[in-house]
């Protein structure tokens, strides 16, 4: 509460700000500080499509949640490492590519939750809620489990960094000198449906992967190490929160996508200066013989 | 004449890793099979074999990158790795300098970091952006980053691709200076069937299984080898220099064919009468590691094709080459064995 009196001192039009606005802003800043670092991940791992499709397995979560009465936070992140697992079963086969997979996945998990929610006609839920997020109805509790859930995140992120970042570079360096990618790669999988379960509320379903991707992408024009990176993309989200937040309070705009939009902005401010630079050798490094 | 102390000085039973009639499968495909070997202490293994051999798959068996799906692996306990993989693609998103490679999978200090990268000739390249870095650069950064962490085996799939042809050698003798300092095993594939390592104790040529093994000189005679590759006998002659005439009493040579003539290819103008092996073709200096450098540079087009008289034989080209190395004397130093 002394944080929330802080940051009404400093806003500038009281009047306006109600409680509701600075729970938004805590529970944004809270999600942004936890999506920067592991959206850098999801950049360099090249795992943006994976990051959807458990998103997109949330509602399917949502609509479980509501069929058996259980909790929805543990609904949503049990579908989610549910539908990980399969990922990595069916990718083990290598019938498929983990392209056409991921599409698979994705779109039949969010179809199935829409059809079980529709069955469910003594049940009247938000969709509009659960895929674009209302940040605006966060309550105290909301708060804490991002908070809470989000420091966890980050803790396991800063034990699992070396063995993330090198297998990351190289999955075969990483497995013969002995840091266990395989497990690294795991444990990233329950932590980003963990991220996943706790955001959906804050920008939706249909959001979140952009809160994990566009402040990363932002940041790596300025970042020469990953560990700089994963930190200037969690100050960029930040950033994009309070002025999506800000914005979406100001032209009454809908509060996740207003963030979206906020990150965009960012976004493209960065690619604006010395834009050539990054175009100059955009190519992978790789060993070939030249 | 072969370099072969390092083998017998080693102390038997300190592998650092046997493979027992190891093998992969994917897809109901033997990758490779019946894989039999082991590296010691202070030994190095050179694999040779085509494209497809299994090269690449028993190394990382070897290490436990891929785990054996018959045959047993038995690897030291505790046993530190050094690998330096043939193909490394590094997301261009992620910023990432040598520097901060060199600490990818543990500490190091400033200084052996430093002294990893200027063994291997960057240490210049210290804060540059690994993927601002050619390809053959890139590939010492990745050999620096294995050295660097002391390990009791060094596994280096194809660690020169893409170095210039001057430092090929230097890395060579870099390679062969960490295995004697240190005493660490070294497991190399080398993808140029001509070049392989002056030092190596084993070769072992793969294709699909073991084809052949032993020395370097017993295996490019064995007849495995030459069906496998071709009879290109002047694969391994980096470190048996073969001869495909003799030397007759009289001055005159014997061919192989049986025909004797008073010179050694008297119309092919690369060669000068006596052959006494001082190799002072063209007037180029620094022989005493010209026919190892020649033979690396020259894979197969100049033994196999036009001069097929030749084989066996490395002298052909080697004024071509030699003028790039005349500051490198220190590179290989093979000059004994042709004396």
């Not at chain 1, 980003?192 to 991707?213: E, F, R």
């Not at chain 1, 963030?259 to 834009?275: C, D, E, K, Q």
């Not at chain 2, 993927?131 to 002391?150: C, D, M, T, V, W």
């Not at chain 2, 694969?235 to 005159?252: E, F, I, M, N, Q």
Request: with cysteine; proline share 3%; charged share 20%.
């Amino acid at each position: 509460m002394r944080m929330t009196t802080m940051l009404m001192r400093s806003g500038r039009d009281i009047a306006m700000l109600d409680d509701f606005f600075f729970r938004a802003l805590l529970a944004g800043i809270g999600l942004a500080l936890t999506t920067g670092p592991l959206g850098c991940f999801v950049v360099w791992r090249r795992m943006a499509y994976f990051g959807d499709t458990i998103a997109h397995s949330a509602l399917l979560g949502v609509a479980l949640s509501l069929m058996l009465e259980i909790n929805l936070l543990v609904s949503v992140f049990a579908v989610a490492v549910a539908v990980s697992l399969l990922l990595l079963l069916l990718q083990k086969r290598q019938a498929l590519s983990a392209d056409a997979l991921l599409g698979i996945l994705s779109h039949s998990t969010l179809a199935i939750g829409l059809v079980l929610v529709a069955f469910m006609s003594w049940v009247r839920i938000d969709l509009i809620a659960f895929l674009f997020g209302d940040i605006l109805a966060v309550t105290p509790a909301d708060i804490a489990l991002i908070w809470g859930g989000g420091l966890f995140v980050l803790a396991a992120l800063v034990v699992l960094w070396r063995p993330l970042i090198a297998s990351t570079v190289s999955a075969d360096i990483a497995e013969a000198e002995g840091l266990k990618p395989e497990r690294a790669r795991l444990l990233f999988m329950l932590l980003m449906a963990l991220v996943i379960a706790i955001a959906m509320k804050i920008v939706g379903i249909m959001l979140i992967t952009a809160l994990l991707i566009i402040p990363a992408a932002t940041a790596r024009r300025f970042s020469s190490a990953p560990e700089g990176m994963a930190v200037l993309s969690s100050l960029i989200g930040v950033i994009a929160v309070v002025g999506g937040l800000f914005g979406s309070l100001t032209y009454d705009t809908p509060s996740g996508p207003s963030i979206v939009v906020a990150a965009l902005v960012l976004f493209i401010l960065s690619l604006l200066p010395g834009r050539a630079k990054n175009l100059a050798r955009d190519g992978t490094s790789s060993g070939g013989r030249s | 004449m072969l370099m072969q102390t390092a083998v017998s000085e080693r102390q038997k039973g300190d592998e650092l890793v046997t493979l027992v009639g190891a093998g992969i499968r994917r897809n109901s495909r033997w990758l490779v099979r019946g894989v039999d070997l082991s590296i010691h202490r202070g030994e190095i293994v050179t694999l040779i074999g085509p494209n497809g051999a299994g090269k690449s798959t028993t190394a990382k068996m070897a290490i436990g990158v891929l785990r054996a799906d018959e045959g047993k692996v038995n690897r030291k306990p505790g046993l530190k790795i050094g690998y330096v993989p043939q193909k490394l693609a590094i997301d261009w998103t992620m910023p990432l300098s040598v520097r901060r490679l060199m600490r990818l999978t543990g500490k190091l200090d400033d200084g052996a970091l430093m002294a990893a990268l200027t063994d291997v000739g960057i240490p210049h390249l210290v804060d540059a952006e690994v993927r601002h870095l050619s390809g053959g650069e890139f590939q010492r950064a990745l050999l620096a980053r294995a050295i660097a962490r002391n390990p009791d085996l060094l596994v280096l799939d194809e660690p020169v691709q893409g170095v210039d042809f001057a430092g090929e050698s230097a890395l060579y003798e870099l390679i062969r200076t960490i295995r004697n300092k240190t005493g660490c095993g070294i497991l190399l594939i080398s993808h140029d069937l001509h070049m392989v390592m002056a030092d190596t104790d084993t070769v072992i040529c793969l294709n699909g299984h073991v084809c052949c093994r032993g020395t370097p000189e017993a295996v490019s005679r064995s007849d495995d080898y030459r069906r496998l590759f071709g009879n290109v006998g002047a694969g391994l002659a980096v470190y048996s220099h073969h001869h495909d005439h003799t030397h007759l009493p009289d001055g005159r040579v014997q061919h192989k064919d049986g025909s004797v003539t008073d010179h050694c290819h008297p119309d092919d103008g690369h060669h000068h009468d006596g052959h006494d092996h001082k190799h002072d073709h063209y007037g180029h200096h620094d022989h005493s590691h010209a026919h190892v450098e020649e033979t690396s540079n020259n894979p197969v087009h100049a033994h196999d094709g036009n001069h097929t008289s030749h084989q066996g034989h490395v002298d052909g080209e080697i004024g071509k080459n030699s003028h790039a190395h005349d500051d490198h004397a220190h590179a290989v130093g093979e000059g004994h064995r042709h004396a």
